[in-house]
């Protein structure tokens, strides 16, 4: 990509959590992200690096002229639908969002012949299928997801695969593990509602702020029964996006890479994490296995570091802890405001605007 000129970049889905840190390491590095977000999740407050562009990616009038008003070099898209309890109920809508809108955005990438896209996929591609818990996961891997929610992101990325191949478009799909963790500035973190992640909810349950953390299931084949994930700080995630998109591919070309550390830590291991960074106990039971959720998930990161020359920097679980506990004592924006207006595009007071 010509970097002359500050190349302008579309982020679907830059008002949310991992698309807001990706704007900033996309500025960072002398791009103008242009975020195009119909802040169904997202935040005003949290598009701070380049203009937003209000509209939802399945109106392709909309994101066609988002694409020429900015003269659009590339895209990363991360806009859609997250939480895999919701995909259970509401399979149809996950769909329409995550792989109807992917289509859309092909289709109007390839009219404004915007050649180049990193997609947000997932871990949940994987399941747990035949592997063992001990093992990690090449790209190769059996795809097995277990929620209708990981059957779009897979869908999605053969969908992207195929256009690929018929329309000279280059593609990566980014499958990432845990994203946790803040931007260290505090301008912008993790404000999904509902919370269903670890870490924001381990430390809510310490500071007495959310309910007591429940800890599904203990008793899997792991070393404290509890399950594994591969935590990824968002900020070296956000530098995935930026190296995906710098990489030399050939028209046609798609390729899916893990974003991890490589590295397991147990349920347990981060509620102590939380415990030490917060100095209090993280008020905690043991409740049942939750249907669908594999024991462990562990990414083999060898591709990223290979294709991408990337490798984590600040994934320690005592780092993205420690970024995420300050996020959470001080949020920017997010605390509070949905549970009253359901929106994302209502007005916030914020010490950071
Ligand atoms: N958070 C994780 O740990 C994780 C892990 C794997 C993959 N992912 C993927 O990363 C992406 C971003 O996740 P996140 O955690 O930042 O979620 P998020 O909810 O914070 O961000 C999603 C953004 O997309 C926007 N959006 C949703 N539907 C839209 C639509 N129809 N049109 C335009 N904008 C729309 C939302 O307003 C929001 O700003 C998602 O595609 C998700 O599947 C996330």
Redesign the pocket.
């Known amino acids: 990509m010509d970097r002359g000129s500050k190349p302008a970049v579309l982020v ?8 807001a840190h990706t704007a900033k390491a996309l500025h960072e590095q002398g791009y103008l992200p242009v975020v ?8 005003r407050q949290a598009v701070r690096w380049g203009p937003l562009v209000q ?4 109106d392709a009038a909309a994101l066609g002229e988002a694409m020429a008003a900015h003269k659009v070099q590339a895209v990363i ?6 939480e895999v309890g919701r995909s259970t109920v509401k399979p149809d809508l996950f769909w329409e ?2 792989v109807a ?1 992917t289509t859309s955005l092909l289709q109007v990438m390839r009219e404004h012949k915007v050649e180049r896209l990193v997609f ?5 591609v994987y399941g747990q299928g035949a592997r063992s818990a001990q093992q990690s996961i090449a790209e190769d891997a059996e795809k097995a997801p277990s929620s209708p ?1 990981g059957d779009t ?1 897979l869908a999605a990325e053969w969908m992207i695969a195929a256009q690929c191949r018929a329309y000279g478009l280059a593609a990566v799909a980014l ?6 963790g803040a931007d260290p500035s505090g301008l912008i973190g ?3 509602d509902p919370e269903t ?1 670890l870490i924001p909810l381990a430390i809510a349950a310490a500071l007495g702020e959310g309910k007591p953390l429940t800890v599904f299931g203990q008793d899997f084949q792991t070393p404290d029964g509890t399950c594994l994930r591969d935590y990824i700080h968002v900020s070296d995630l956000a530098r995935a996006h930026v190296a995906a998109l710098g990489i030399e591919l050939r028209a046609g070309a798609f390729e899916a890479v893990n974003v991890g550390t490589g590295e397991g830590r147990s349920v347990m291991q981060v509620v102590d994490a939380v415990a030490k960074a917060a100095g209090c106990q993280v008020p905690h039971s043991v409740g049942a296995r939750r249907a669908g959720d594999p024991p462990s998930l562990v990414a083999d990161p060898s591709l990223a570091r290979d294709l991408l020359g990337w490798t984590p920097r600040h994934s320690s679980l005592q780092e993205i802890v420690a970024d995420a506990l300050r996020w959470e004592t001080r949020p920017a924006y997010g605390k509070g405001v949905r549970a009253s207006s359901g929106r ?1 595009s209502s007005p916030f007071t914020s010490s950071a605007d």
């Open positions: 679907t889905g830059g008002a949310g959590y991992i698309g195009y977000d119909n802040l169904s999740s997202g935040f509209g939802d990616i399945r898209h991360f806009a859609g639908l997250i969002v995550n809108g947000s996929s997932s871990a949940a929610y992101k499958r990432y593990f845990n994203a946790a993790e404000a999904h992640h994302g």
